[in-house]
């Protein structure tokens, strides 16, 4: 039996259930471990396999604020005793702080333990874990140190591999099938930023072109204010259907979201978080697929209207979509899975 851990957000806990199905398809027993109060409370019992909760205390690259120590002390006691009651024969941890007590108590304990990298650069908590992991495994390449770069290998990042054509998705999404299609995705809890700059900036497309805009569950009341003709509004999408649909996208940089777009070739304009609030995670990620040329990087709103107009060329969305290939190949969960059981 393998345990999966990690969550907190969707960026950790859906490539993780994807690389617990896959062990399941391989024929390996799988428990999922997640946090307390994260979003696989929600999900978890959705998803048709065995899981746990344990509380999860977030990891500060500051300081450890007291309340979240307790977590952090409470989910290890908790973690050491699940790992003696399931007896893993290995631990694959997605990041996070939910991933770590788990990972963590495994390796202690000397059970194989594998993590997986979602983002362009190391997360804290696979900072704290790549050393202690028997195999290290990236969604993208990363310049790691030589003891670290022995026992990595770049396996992708697992998406949901499931694609439709644009007409069918758009019929599917309540849009126009014939017209030209912007998606606008907040990652899966939608973005207050995206929320509040792109309703009026995109209005002056609405004659050719229709938006669908992912705002998040929490500002759905909200954003339905500004629905209006060729301006679709909803809380939470349908992933394949959404990029299936797009021409192109305005997005956050998760880990996920890019690699998503990539699997779909829908070329995008990544707007990232601010660095302090995810520890440039996301500059990173969109920063990889600018750099190859297979994404715009919005640095300033002043500059949207340059960034909006170059993706409104047909020639451009066409490189954009020629560079994509290849940066998010089919399989990611299989190979995932197979490093798993190899180190068992």
């Not at 959705?46 to 899981?51: D, I, S, T």
């Not at 003891?147 to 499931?162: D, F, I, N, S, W």
Request: hydrophobic content about 45%.
């Amino acid at each position: 039996m393998v345990i999966v851990t990690g969550g907190g957000t969707g960026g950790h806990l859906y490539p993780g259930l994807a690389a617990a199905r896959a062990l399941l398809a391989a024929g390996e027993p799988v428990t999922y471990v997640g946090a307390l109060g994260g979003l696989e409370e929600r999900v978890l019992p959705e998803a048709k396999l065995p899981y746990r909760l344990i509380p999860a205390g977030k990891l500060s690259r500051e300081a450890l604020r007291p309340g979240e120590g307790m977590k952090v002390l409470r989910g290890l006691l908790q973690a050491r005793w699940l790992v003696r009651e399931l007896r893993p024969r290995a631990v694959l941890s997605m990041g996070g702080y939910a991933g770590f007590p788990i990972a963590f108590v495994a390796a202690l304990l000397g059970i194989p333990m594998v993590i997986h990298e979602q983002n362009a650069k190391l997360g804290l908590t696979n900072r704290i874990l790549a050393r202690l992991a028997r195999r290290v495994t990236l969604s993208t390449p990363l310049q790691l140190e030589p003891r670290l770069a022995a026992k990595t290998q770049v396996v992708g990042y697992p998406v949901r591999e499931e694609k439709h054509s644009q007409a069918e998705a758009r019929a599917a999404l309540g849009l126009d099938p014939t017209r030209p299609t912007i998606l606008v995705l907040g990652g899966s809890q939608g973005s207050k930023e995206l929320n509040e700059q792109l309703p009026q900036r995109l209005n002056p497309l609405l004659d050719e072109w229709q938006v669908l805009h992912q705002c998040g569950v929490r500002w759905e009341a909200e954003l339905k204010a500004q629905e209006r003709p060729h301006y679709l509004v909803r809380g939470y999408l349908d992933s394949a259907l959404a990029w299936s649909a797009a021409d192109f996208a305005i997005t956050r940089g998760g880990a996920g979201t890019m690699a998503e777009a990539a699997f779909h070739q829908v070329p995008v304009l990544g707007v990232p978080l601010p660095r302090n609030l995810d520890g440039g995670a996301q500059w990173a990620n969109v920063g990889f697929y600018a750099e190859r040329g297979a994404a715009r990087l919005l640095y300033a709103w002043d500059q949207f209207e340059a960034e909006l107009n170059a993706l409104l060329d047909p020639s451009t969305r066409a490189h954009i979509r020629d560079r994509l290939k290849g940066l998010s190949p089919a399989g990611a969960a299989e190979r995932l899975a197979q490093i798993v059981l190899e180190a068992a």
